[in-house]
């Protein structure tokens, strides 16, 4: 089992910084990738982009290319999500997520076995 808690969120303005963390506990993450999702009301959740924790490569939904950066704490066992140039479409719920490396695609929500409890985002015009 691995347990994940966000931290961070709140409201900005359109063009604002903000920064998300995730530590994560329980288990090992060896072997594991960890992302970041987000979800809207009525909508599936979305791949804001994800890690490797092994070697640290990133991966990002092509939404947030150019504006959002994952980094990794390996020590701290720490991901974070840092959110630059926000858009009043990037309001949602941002969700942490870590599953075992597979087959599946790491772009995809079944690719994870393990949530947080979610962030609300809310980015105003």
């Known amino acids: 089992q691995v347990q994940l808690e966000e931290s961070g969120g709140g409201s900005v303005q359109a063009g604002d910084s903000m920064s998300l963390s995730c530590r994560a506990s329980g288990r090992t993450l060896r072997f594991h990738i960890l992302a970041w999702f987000r979800q809207t009301p009525g909508k599936a959740r979305e791949i804001v982009g994800g890690i490797r924790w092994d070697d640290g490569t990133t991966y990002y939904g092509d939404s947030v290319k150019g504006r959002f950066t994952i980094a990794r704490d390996v020590a701290a066992n720490t991901l974070y999500l840092q959110l630059n140039s926000l858009k009043p479409e990037d309001t949602a719920v941002y969700y942490c997520?870590?599953?075992?490396?597979?087959?599946?695609?790491?772009?995809?929500?079944?690719?994870?076995?393990?949530w947080g409890q979610g962030t609300q985002v809310t980015v105003s015009s």
């Open positions: 997520a870590s599953g075992l490396k597979s087959t599946i695609s790491s772009l995809t929500s079944r690719a994870y076995s393990y």
